[in-house]
C-alpha cells in the first residue's frame, strides 16, 4: 500500500456541466424519503486520486478504493435512518440517495448461507417471536463473552428465515420507521449481490459494498466459519479483487488476516473503544488492546495486511465527561503515515447520538446539529464516515468539498 497521496478534494461534474442549472447540493436537499425513493444518478462528488480522470469520469469504476469520493459516505446498514436496517430497502434508499458505498453485517444460518443482520440475535430486528413455530428455538447464548436470550440464525435455515420480516430495532428512537416493520425480508448476502450488480448495470457504474464479517471466531467454533463461503460469493461476482467495488471489515483482525489470503479485496480492521481487546485476541491470550493497536506499531502491523481502519469516532476525537468533543487525537496523522485509510463509524442526526455541543433541545429523539459535527470529522482528514442518514452526509460532503 503506498502513502495517502493527498488529502485535498475538489468538485467534479454538478449539474451546471450538465446545462441543467442546479447544484448537487440542491439535488440532495431535495433527496426523497418516500417509499420509492427516486434516483438522483452517480453522485457527482470530489476524487482523491488526481492520477484517475477516466475513473472520475465514470463515477467510482476502475479506480480502486482510492479512486472513491473523499470524505466517502458510507450508508451504515443502510439508510437505516429512513428503514429497517439491512433490508433491500434501505440498501435501495441509500443508493438512490446517492450514498458512495453501501455496509452489509454478514452472519450464516445453519445450513451455512451468510445473511445480512448485524446481529445473529434476531430478536430485535424480526418479528420471529411472533412466529409460533418457532417458540421452542428461543434459548440463551454466550456470544462473545456476552449472554443473550433470544433467537439467532445459526439455528434456523436459509429457508425458515425467508418466513420471517424486518423490523426497525430502536423504535423508540425511530417511530417512524415502524412504518415499514414486516415489509422485506432478511437478505441473504448473494441476493444483494445480485441486486447491486443489476442497479449497477443501471447506473453504469459498480455498486460499492462495505461487507463486515460478525463474530467470526465465535462461528467458526461452531462449524460456520464466514471467510470462506465470503470468498466464495466475491469470487463468484467479481469482486475478489484489488480494485473490486467492496471493502472487507471486522473487529476481529484475524478474520482480516484471513480474508487477505482468501481474496484480493480492499480490507479494513474496526476498532472499538480504546480499552477493550478484539475478541480473537481475548480467545487466543493476546494481552493488545485497542489502545495498542492505534500506536505506530500497531498500526504498522495492521497495514501488513490491511488496507484501513474504522475506528469509532471516539478514538478520532475523545470526548469529555459530559459528551464534549474534545481535542482531535494523532490517529488520522499517524494511520495515514503507515498508508492506512480510515473510515470511523457513526454519525447518525438524532440528539441522542450527537456529541453533546451538537446537541439542540432536549428531545433525545429530535435532529441536532449533525452538519456542525460531520464538519468537525472531516476536518480532521479522515477518508470516510459511516453513518445512518446518507442525504445528510452527502450534503455536509457537499458543504465541505465546496461543490
Not at 2 to 23: I, L, P, V
Not at 129 to 155: I, M, Q, S
Not at 272 to 294: H, I, K
Not at 327 to 346: C, E, N, R
Request: glycine share 10%; with cysteine.
Amino acid at each position: 500500500m503506498g502513502t495517502q497521496e493527498s488529502r485535498q478534494s475538489q468538485a467534479a461534474k454538478d449539474a451546471n456541466e450538465q446545462g441543467r442549472g442546479t447544484g448537487r447540493r440542491a439535488l440532495l436537499g431535495a433527496a426523497v424519503l418516500g417509499a420509492g425513493g427516486a434516483v438522483l444518478g452517480p453522485p457527482a462528488a470530489a476524487r482523491a486520486d488526481e492520477a484517475a480522470p477516466q475513473a472520475r469520469a465514470t463515477g467510482h469504476s476502475g479506480g480502486g478504493y482510492r479512486s472513491l469520493p473523499v470524505p466517502t459516505v458510507i450508508a451504515h446498514r443502510g439508510a437505516s435512518g429512513y428503514r429497517p436496517e439491512h433490508t433491500l430497502g434501505s440498501y435501495q434508499l441509500a443508493l438512490d440517495m446517492g450514498a458512495h458505498v453501501i455496509e452489509q453485517d454478514l452472519v450464516p444460518t445453519k445450513d451455512g448461507h451468510l445473511v445480512c443482520r448485524h446481529e445473529n440475535d434476531i430478536t430485535a430486528t424480526t418479528d420471529v417471536a411472533a412466529h409460533p413455530e418457532f417458540a421452542g428455538r428461543k434459548t440463551t447464548k454466550v456470544v462473545d463473552g456476552v449472554t443473550y436470550t433470544g433467537w439467532f440464525t445459526e439455528d434456523f435455515t436459509l429457508a425458515e428465515l425467508k418466513t420471517l420480516r424486518a423490523k426497525e430495532r430502536i423504535p423508540g428512537n425511530r417511530q417512524e420507521n415502524t412504518l415499514y416493520d414486516g415489509r422485506w425480508e432478511i437478505p441473504s448476502f448473494e441476493e444483494v449481490l445480485r441486486w447491486a450488480d443489476r442497479e449497477g448495470r443501471k447506473r453504469g457504474r459498480r455498486v460499492w459494498l462495505h461487507v463486515e464479517t460478525k463474530h467470526p471466531t465465535y462461528f467458526r467454533k461452531l462449524g460456520l466459519g464466514l471467510e470462506e463461503p465470503l470468498a466464495k460469493l466475491l469470487r463468484k461476482y467479481d469482486r475478489h479483487k484489488k480494485n473490486s467495488p467492496v471493502f472487507l471489515q471486522s473487529f476481529e483482525p484475524s478474520s482480516i488476516q484471513r480474508l487477505n489470503r482468501l481474496v484480493d479485496s480492499p480490507l479494513v480492521v474496526l476498532l472499538s473503544g480504546a480499552a477493550t481487546r478484539p475478541w480473537d485476541f481475548v480467545e487466543a491470550g493476546d494481552p493488545r488492546t485497542v489502545a495498542d493497536l492505534v500506536k505506530p506499531a500497531g498500526l504498522a502491523w495492521i497495514a501488513s495486511f490491511a488496507n484501513g481502519i474504522g475506528p469509532t469516532l471516539d478514538l478520532i476525537i475523545p470526548r469529555d465527561s459530559g459528551g464534549n468533543l474534545t481535542t482531535p487525537t494523532t490517529l488520522v496523522t499517524d494511520a495515514h503515515a503507515k498508508g492506512l485509510i480510515l473510515h470511523p463509524y457513526t454519525m447518525r442526526n438524532e440528539n441522542s447520538f450527537l456529541p453533546a455541543n451538537f446537541r439542540k433541545g432536549t428531545d433525545a429523539n429530535a435532529y441536532g446539529d449533525s452538519f456542525g459535527a460531520f464538519k468537525v470529522y472531516f476536518d480532521t482528514g479522515i477518508d470516510g464516515i459511516f453513518t445512518d442518514n446518507p442525504d445528510t452526509g452527502l450534503l455536509a460532503h457537499a458543504d465541505f468539498v465546496g461543490d
